[in-house]
Each structure stands twice: as C-alpha cells, then as structure tokens.
C-alpha cells in the first residue's frame, strides 16, 4: 500500500449528548477531530501508512490526541510536541429543520504557531505516494499557510501527488483572503477536491444553481470543473453533490472529471444523518485510496460516495468503515439489513 502524508490541526471535539442545544447541555461528549486527521485515519483504515503532520502541546490532552490516531492506525512520527494548547470545536448537532452549529476555540493552538523549523518536510516526503492538505490549514494562521506552502514544495521536489480539499471556513477567514493564499497554492495540486461553495469562496468560480436551496445542477458543474482544470493545471477535479431537505436527511452523489471524461457516481439518500461532521473528509480519504489503487476515476469515485455516505451515519469525525463495508454500499447493497 501507498505512503499517505496529512498536515493539519486536530481538535478536541466536545458535543452536546444527543440532540441537545448548548444551553441546555450539562455536559460533553469528548472526541478528537480535524479535517486532515479524519483522512488520515481513513487512508489507514483502508491499509495504507498514513502520517499525520501537526504541532500539538507535550501535555496530556495533547498526548490524548496522539493517541486517538494511533487507535486507528495513523503514523505519529511527524507530529511535534511543543505549544501551549490544543484547538477545540464545540458541535451542537441538529435535526430536522434545525441546523448544526459549531462554535471554534481554536486560537493560538500549537500548530496555528508553529515554525518551518518545527518540520523536515523533505525527510516527511522522502518515499511518500501523495500528501493531502485542506483549505482549513492555511486559514489557522500566516504561519500554518506557510507551513501549508513549504509542505506542497517539498512534495513536488519528491514527486508525490498532492491532492487539497478546497474546504472553506467563513469562521476562519474571508474570500479575499482565502482566494490571496489559496489561489498561488494550486500551482502545486493534482487533485482538488470541493464543493460548489469552495470553487467560489476560495477560487473565484461560480456556479449554477442556488446551493443554499439545495439546487446543484450537474450539468453546471462541467463548466466549472473544465474552467479549474484548464487554469491551474489540475489532473482530477472531484467533487459532492450534497442535497440538504434537513438536517438529519440528505441526497449525497460526486462528480469527478479528469481532463476528458465527467463520471457521476449514484446517489444515496441518507436519512436518518447520525453526524455529517467528517463527511466530506471521507470523501477525500475514500477518492485517494480509489485513485491509488482502482483502474478508473469512476471506480475511484463511488468507492468515496460510499464512504463518505456510511460515515454520516457514525458518531465522531473518524470514519471507521472498513474497505469491504464501503464496496459492499458501492457495489449496491444498502438495506442495511442485519449481516449474520
């Protein structure tokens, strides 16, 4: 199996008990989390060596995030210790017309601060088959784009593909911002991956249809993904096609185009939603494993539909479904009726 290197931040996750709003909650549900982390532990989970790269404090809870990746497999090698705090994120989970809400306590965090010599990114590629990074890791801070910048350089001078979940955060940064740092990094990506809003929050393209509406025209997304590839070089533009009737039921299919041919996967209809957190991490983490070890995008592509669907229907930000799960889903088995 492939080398698989992540750089991003990982979070103490603390979620109200069930469907509870923060203000009535009288305690948390602890987890760990953060979008490169989440694809680490897929690609693990799926055989690969997987490395997560991050900053975290030498502490206990620093420790205790160590060693929610190690339960499942990822390399913790490259994870420095140092810093004074771990990110945390707050989720308040909807249902029905009610939507999920997250509030980010992220400030100052270890890897937000940390410096390039913090990290031999050449030693971290040396043998690797393809790193991953999100749009949320250079919008933590200056020092976690620039850490974001000398990673994907160091990628390249190894040959490694680098992929990036475009992965907008209005709660971190702006679109200008985000489109001034994000944009110059294409220059060093294979595979993007994102949604219609982060095409145009982070990349400046605009879609078709009324996204908030839940209204996502494949058919508009052609233009788009034809634009993005011909301006920055990309191999494969992926990405979901989230259709939101609520909170808790949602229609969920992917798109990816290759410089020639679009490929749409089938749909899932996913109601009841269990925790749609991480959903599009699994999405990530299940397009690299299909592209590193599948004949065709569109065998690559349902293989992450599939996943990135069962994980909405696990608790926490990890996906935890195992390859046969997932081909099984891909493959058309979704009664979910009881496997003896």
Request: charged share 25%; proline share 3%.
């Amino acid at each position: 199996m492939a080398k698989v290197v992540t750089l991003g931040e990982i979070m103490l996750r603390l979620s109200t008990p069930g469907f509870e709003k923060f203000v009535q909650a009288d305690n948390f549900d602890a987890c760990y989390g953060g979008g490169e982390a989440n694809v680490a532990v897929s690609c693990a989970n799926y055989g690969h060596d997987a490395y997560f790269v991050s900053k975290l404090p030498a502490h206990e809870i620093g420790q205790s995030a160590v060693n929610a990746l190690r339960r499942y497999g990822v390399h913790t090698d490259y994870i420095t210790r140092g810093g004074d705090r771990v990110g945390i994120y707050y989720l308040e989970t909807g249902a029905s017309m009610r939507p999920s809400k997250v509030i980010y306590d992220r400030a100052h965090s270890a890897i937000a601060e940390a410096n390039p010599e913090d990290f031999d990114f050449d030693k971290i590629m040396e043998g690797a088959d393809w790193f991953h990074w999100s749009g949320i890791t250079p919008a933590i801070s200056d020092k976690a784009a620039e850490l974001t910048r000398l990673a994907c350089e160091a990628a390249k001078r190894h040959g490694v593909t680098v992929s990036v979940d475009l992965n907008f955060r209005k709660k971190l940064w702006t679109k200008e911002k985000a489109q001034s740092v994000m944009r110059p990094l294409m220059k060093y990506v294979d595979v993007c991956i994102g949604n219609e809003e982060d095409a145009e929050l982070c990349l400046g393209f605009k879609p078709e249809g009324n996204v908030e509406a839940g209204e996502t025209s494949a058919e508009g997304y052609k233009g788009i993904f034809q634009a993005m590839a011909k301006e920055f070089g990309f191999k494969y533009v992926a990405s979901t096609l989230r259709e939101s009737f609520s909170a808790t039921f949602n229609g969920w299919k992917g798109m990816i185009y290759d410089g020639k041919d679009f490929y749409m996967s089938k749909r899932y209809e996913i109601n009841p939603i269990i925790d749609r957190v991480g959903g599009g991490d699994s999405f990530s983490g299940g397009l690299i494993h299909g592209l590193l070890t599948m004949p065709t995008q569109g065998e690559a592509l349902e293989f992450a539909v599939a996943a990135s669907a069962l994980k909405q229907t696990i608790p926490g930000d990890f996906n935890i479904s195992t390859t046969a799960e997932v081909l099984a889903l891909a493959g058309g088995s979704a009664n979910g009726r009881v496997q003896r």
